[in-house]
């Protein structure tokens, strides 16, 4: 006697059922592993650009900057986003802001961040031979979900930077 081959009714909508359950639990999981993944790529480069211009500017014995550019070229000026993505360089002329200019030796440049934004203290970030920035700064990672999944890069005085998910102060993250 042969059996038949193939999925009753009830086998299809018992498939369908289950698929769409594991789907509604499934994605919206996904999602959130994708936005972190995301902030976490853009926090630990920034937290690499830190060490890169700490490091150099001890190595160099000079003054090594970060500072906002969204053409990995120039520094985008006071009201640059730091989103837009950023660059390193040897400061030769120790300007303060940071400026780049044409003969100062470009050290790495870091993509736009265009799903999230970084609100920062600080236009510019400059690193001396003795490992010092010489002035405390806080960057904010920031996505669609808004203060409740922000990060922030806080860089102490002495250039080492950590990563909150609060204020220096203690207080909660603002995406504002």
Known sequence: MDRPRG???IDRMVTRMAATDFLAWGIPSFREFRLNTERTREVNQFVQAVYLARSEAIKRNGVVSLC?????????GAGAAWQ????????S???SP???????????VYQSWPDGRILANRTT???RAFGQSGVT?????????????ARAVVISQTGRPR????KPSGKPLQCI
């Open 7 to 9: 999925f009753t009714l």
């Open 68 to 76: 906002p550019s969204p053409d990995g070229q120039h520094c985008g």
């Open 84 to 91: 837009s993505g950023w660059i390193v360089f040897v400061n």
């Open 93 to 95: 002329d120790r300007d």
């Open 98 to 108: 940071a400026v780049r200019e044409p003969d100062e030796s470009l050290l790495h």
């Open 125 to 127: 970030l400059s690193f």
């Open 137 to 149: 700064a806080t960057f904010t990672f920031c996505d669609r979900r808004g203060a409740a999944a």
């Open 163 to 166: 990563v909150s998910d609060r």
